[in-house]
């Protein structure tokens, strides 16, 4: 009644903690919980006390463990802590194979990953996963974008831009991953020489050499003052 009928959020926080003082152990205590957790989220902003109440009801081992468990890893996720967020994807995607958050998961281990250093590779590791996994998910398209945007950082920009291409079928914002394209093109463009090759380096410079050459005696390697003696003979 405080929480949804009169609005008075502290005196409800106040009521769902005397609950869980009283009866920790009651059924009626595990909805308490998620209750006060998204109260502590929402209205206050304390993603830290919410993660608190959330992990009282997984060790209860609730049916919605997964969701929690999703849940939980997010908001690690939003406070910056990287490395708990990807532990607690990680543990959603093993404990629970056959949730429909599994995707979900390797998604945010992913996102997870490529925000801690030194572990690029893991994180591209884990987008292909989901993609390889579940390629029917709404997601893929999503963990193609930042596998390619993985590959172009690691200096792979064939890779990056095949991984584009691939996620412009059923990305739901074409114009992002094409302007990635894009840029991506002409930076390669930008820093590709021309005729690349010691061969077609080598013909260039025959035919400026050949062109140069005011006798035959020149063209074949001889120098002017053998070439003016041929001149005058």
Do not use: C, N
């Not at 009644?1 to 869980?20: C, F, G, N, Q, T």
């Not at 989901?130 to 200096?155: M, N, T, W």
Request: glycine content about 6%.
């Amino acid at each position: 009644m405080y929480w949804l009928e009169l609005h008075d959020v502290p005196k409800a926080v106040s009521v769902y903690r005397e609950l869980i003082a009283q009866a920790p152990d009651a059924p009626e205590t595990a909805e308490g919980h998620v209750v006060l957790a998204g109260i502590l989220e929402s209205q206050y902003r304390d993603l830290r006390g919410a993660i608190s109440e959330l992990t009282a009801v997984l060790a209860r081992d609730p049916p919605t463990a997964p969701d929690l468990r999703y849940h939980v890893a997010k908001l690690y996720f939003e406070l910056g802590d990287y490395q708990q967020a990807e532990l607690e994807a990680r543990t959603l995607v093993e404990k629970f194979p056959s949730s429909p958050l599994v995707d979900d998961g390797w998604m945010l281990a992913g996102q997870s990953l490529s925000m801690l250093d030194g572990m690029r590779a893991d994180a591209m590791k884990a987008f292909s996963t989901l993609i390889e996994k579940f390629p029917d998910s709404e997601l893929v398209p999503h963990a193609l974008f930042e596998l390619g945007k993985l590959r172009g950082e690691s200096g792979d920009d064939a890779g990056a831009i095949q991984a584009w291409v691939q996620a412009l079928e059923r990305h739901p914002d074409p114009q992002v991953v094409q302007s990635a394209i894009a840029r991506t093109r002409k930076r390669i463009a930008a820093t590709t020489p021309r005729g690349v090759g010691a061969r077609e380096a080598f013909q260039r410079a025959e035919v400026r050499r050949v062109a140069q050459a005011r006798t035959s005696l020149e063209a074949a390697g001889g120098t002017a003052e053998q070439a003016a003696r041929e001149h005058g003979d």
